[in-house]
T-cell receptor
């Protein structure tokens, strides 16, 4: 049971480039989410999904796209990278039940945009 | 979702109990209290959650006051590996799905 995996671990992009951050989970959770964490800050929700084919925006969705074609995978796409998107990106898979939501986070992708 | 207030930092001696407070005075009746921690730059780790009653698991205990306006996370025997940022979050049991992570409490366990 690998939990939540993210690739790549590190990435450097030039302004204007696009790329996809990968996230996969093997816990059969319906809910998944993407966060970004800037230095010294808490996590901010970018997008989330409540099941295959269903996604919605979080607090800071601009500049990012998501899709959810399978339960296991929830990729995050940066459309045209900007220096303001330099951050650490965390994907989470969410265990639900009885009204509670326990999030299980991946190790993160450290992105630098120059 | 209710806002939470936590002290920015705390120290604790190794082997002693670490008591981390959280104020959530605007919490609603259907909101759970969750605790996560983030060690160095790793992904946050779920610790525990509760609604009304005190809860305990293998990692920690959660004490929620009777009026639910505050809570305390207790690490019974802190070790150096418990040095981390601890986040207290409240969210509704239903409705819009959103967690609001604040800046948390930076706990330093001292040898």
């Amino acid at each position: 049971n690998a939990g939540v995996t993210q690739t790549p671990k590190f990435q450097v992009l030039k302004t204007g480039q696009s790329m996809t951050l990968q996230c996969a989970q093997d816990m059969n959770h319906e809910y998944m989410s993407w966060y970004r964490q800037d230095p010294g800050m808490g996590l901010r929700l970018i997008h989330y999904s409540v099941g295959a084919g269903i996604t919605d925006q979080g607090e800071v969705p601009n500049g990012y796209n998501v899709s959810r074609s399978t339960t296991e995978d929830f990729p995050l796409r940066l459309l045209s990278a900007a220096p303001s998107q330099t951050s650490v990106y965390f994907c989470a898979s969410i265990k639900t039940g009885g009204g509670s939501y326990e999030q299980y986070f991946g190790p993160g992708t450290r992105l630098t945009v120059t | 979702d209710a806002k939470t207030t936590q002290p920015p930092s705390m120290d604790c001696a190794e082997g002693r109990a670490a008591n981390l407070p959280c104020n959530h005075s605007t919490i609603s009746g259907n909101e759970y209290v969750y605790w996560y921690r983030q060690i160095h730059s790793q992904g946050p780790q779920y610790i525990i959650h509760g609604l009304k009653n005190n809860e305990t698991n293998e990692m920690a205990s959660l004490i929620i006051t009777e009026d639910r306006k505050s809570s305390t996370l207790i690490l019974p025997h802190a070790t150096l590996r418990d040095t981390a940022v601890y986040y207290c979050i409240v969210r509704a049991t239903s409705g819009t799905y959103k967690y609001i992570f604040g800046t948390g409490t930076r706990l330093k366990v001292l040898a």
